[in-house]
């Protein structure tokens, strides 16, 4: 998650604290403060996407393929992506995104088994993700 998402969700936080501590006390809002910063830091942690390439799988998040069943695999801009996610996506196709991440890349599948056409997964580091994939 961006650090610019980060600090918003800690200003809005911060306006309950302020709330509790004038409703409450100084003790109340100390509490509250602990219990939102920790909160905030288990936000951040679990909203993290996990990419992950092992000798026979890609593992994105939750989900996992073996790489037998990779077929072409393209970066892509924020205009293509853009596109994908919204007029020109597929609501058979693993989503793997974050909104605050423009570009990503494009796995399709080539599984007769599976109905899922194609991963799509944002990542900051598109070109990279592709070059690894492309090497298994």
């Known amino acids: 998650m961006p650090l610019w998402l980060l600090a918003l969700i800690y200003f809005f936080f911060l306006s309950f604290v ?14 509250t403060l602990i219990l939102l910063s920790a909160l905030l830091i288990a936000i951040a942690i679990r909203s993290r996407l996990v990419i ?8 994105v998040g939750p989900a996992h ?3 037998k069943y990779i077929g072409a695999v393209s970066a892509l801009n924020s205009d293509a992506m853009r ?11 693993y989503l793997g995104i974050r909104f605050w991440s423009s ?22 580091k598109a070109n ?3 070059n690894a994939l492309s090497l298994n």
């Open 128 to 130: 990279q993700l592709v």
């Open 65 to 67: 393929i073996d790489l």
């Open 18 to 31: 302020l709330s509790v501590w004038a409703a409450l006390g100084n003790s109340a809002a100390i509490a």
């Open 52 to 59: 992950e390439i092992t000798e026979s799988e890609l593992k």
């Open 103 to 124: 570009t990503g890349v494009k796995v399709e599948i080539n599984d007769q088994r599976d109905e899922t056409p194609y991963w799509l997964i944002t990542s900051n």
């Open 83 to 93: 596109k994908i996610r919204t007029r020109d996506a597929n609501p058979s196709a």
